[in-house]
């Protein structure tokens, strides 16, 4: 079953009242509009973009934080979504097709995921989402800044030195892919320097 930008950010919209810390809602609206913009300078289908974007976290809704990657793929396939939404949840916190390499520390071994991230070719959508959820907090930044960010709540880890440079080297790729800055799409960047 297909999902639109405008179920997703009403699926978001129901957990906002539920719970006492919002910030990923407002996080995840933030990586759907920023994704949009992204693949439209590509050519490519920005409500889709948007879409993805808005449920890349959404299993933050449903459980704790350390499963929320679990959470919302068996979710968005409990309620019937093609397999490309769910799979937006496994894929959104790990690059370069490594489970060691994402933001916050060695996560837990979970066997599916470790060998769907190792034997997933991610599309150009789920790219443009590693990228923006590394853009975005409720406002669309620098990676610099968002990583500075993340180490600040997170703290750093063996893992940290890899996940930087691999982030550097997404934003190159998309920077090579729009065959300019991509922070040029985002002249509000600025104001969050």
């Known amino acids: 079953m297909k999902l639109t930008s405008e179920k997703a950010l009403e699926m978001l919209e129901t957990f906002r009242s539920k719970m006492e810390d919002t910030g990923w809602i407002n996080h995840s609206i933030c990586v759907g509009n920023t994704a949009a913009k992204i693949a439209s300078a590509l050519g490519l ?12 976290d959404i299993g933050k809704g449903i459980g704790e934080f350390k499963d929320h990657v679990m959470n919302g793929y068996q979710y968005l396939l409990e309620l019937g979504y093609d397999e490309e939404y769910a799979n937006i949840c496994l894929v959104h916190s ?7 390499c994402t933001a916050g520390g060695i996560p837990r071994d979970i066997p599916f995921r470790t060998e769907f991230i190792k034997n997933h070719e991610y599309t150009i959508y789920e790219k443009i989402i590693n990228l923006c959820d590394l853009m975005c907090t409720s406002v669309v930044m620098t990676v610099d800044k968002r990583l ?25 790729y998309m920077d090579d892919k729009l ?6 799409l985002f002249p509000e960047i600025k104001e969050h320097l």
């Open 94 to 100: 790990y690059l370069n097709n490594d489970v060691m």
């Open 179 to 184: 065959g300019f800055n991509v922070y040029d």
């Open 45 to 56: 289908d920005a409500e889709k973009a948007k879409t993805l974007g808005y449920i890349h």
């Open 148 to 172: 500075i960010d993340i180490v600040i709540r997170r703290g750093a880890y063996s893992n940290t030195q890899y996940h930087v440079q691999e982030t550097y080297k997404l934003k190159k």
